[in-house]
T-cell receptor, first 112, second 114 residues
Framework: AQKVTQAQTEISVVEKEDVTLDCVYE???????LFWYKQPPSGELVFLIR??????QNEISGRYSWNFQKSTSSFNFTITASQVVDSAVYFC?????????FGDGTTLTVKP | SAVISQKPSRDICQRGTSLTIQCQVD?????MFWYRQQPGQSLTLIAT?????????ESGFVIDKFPISRPNLTFSTLTVSNMSPEDSSIYLC???????????FGPGTRLTVT
């Protein structure tokens, strides 16, 4: 069985602070994909990143960066210099054979 | 890539009625799925919509409550039957492209049952 844990239910930061959202997963599969999604109040899921289980390279995209560590089964997401527009619910998901298991989500509030 | 549309985008329904949600993809895809997101909760997989055969349901979901059709490689429907207020959720259609290993989600159908 797959499991994704996002231990932080809610995080509140002040604009321009850096913030890291944690994601820990469990799986017995050797081939899988990890995703991060953003869900603003409007409700649509916004794709942020996909990582496969064989690619442990960290990635940076603008203010966003991701740290994938297979040894600790973690796929953490850092926002640098947060902005009010980053306020949303963020989901980490584990996909195997097309099916995704989602974490419970982390609600990020960025205050001006 | 795949662009997914869903109809309706939202609806308010009365208890005991049924609603059919449509999912249309702009390209042929092998794998289609339906997810539910209850208010304030995460997404949960309901079932895999199989083309030409019965859907495969996840634990806790049954065909009588959530019948699914998949007549071709670009279209699927999910029916929420005999609705109760507990069925108030966002229902999302998703596809997985096996050649590029990408996942796409539709915009969702926001259902409120009164």
């Amino acid at each position: 069985a797959q499991k994704v844990t996002q231990a932080q239910t809610e995080i509140s930061v002040v604009e321009k602070e850096d913030v890291t959202l944690d994601c820990v997963y469990e799986t017995r599969d050797t081939t899988y994909y990890l995703f991060w999604y953003k869900q603003p109040p409007s409700g649509e899921l916004v794709f942020l990143i996909r990582r496969n289980s064989f690619d442990e390279q960290n990635e940076i995209s603008g203010r966003y960066s991701w740290n994938f560590q297979k040894s600790t089964s973690s796929f953490n997401f850092t926002i640098t210099a947060s902005q009010v527009v980053d306020s949303a619910v963020y989901f980490c998901a584990l996909n195997h054979a097309g099916k995704s298991t989602f974490g419970d989500g982390t609600t990020l509030t960025v205050k001006p | 890539s795949a662009v997914i549309s869903q109809k309706p985008s939202r609806d308010i329904c009365q208890r005991g009625t049924s609603l059919t949600i449509q999912c249309q993809v702009d390209s042929q895809v092998t794998m289609m799925f339906w997810y539910r997101q209850q208010p304030g909760q995460s997404l949960t997989l309901i079932a895999t919509a199989n083309q030409g055969s019965e859907a495969t349901y996840e634990s806790g979901f049954v065909i009588d409550k959530f019948p699914i059709s998949r007549p071709n490689l670009t279209f699927s429907t999910l029916t929420v039957s005999n609705m109760s207020p507990e069925d108030s959720s966002i229902y999302l259609c998703s596809v997985w492209t096996a050649d590029s290993y990408e996942q796409y989600f539709g915009p969702g159908t926001r259902l409120t049952v009164t």
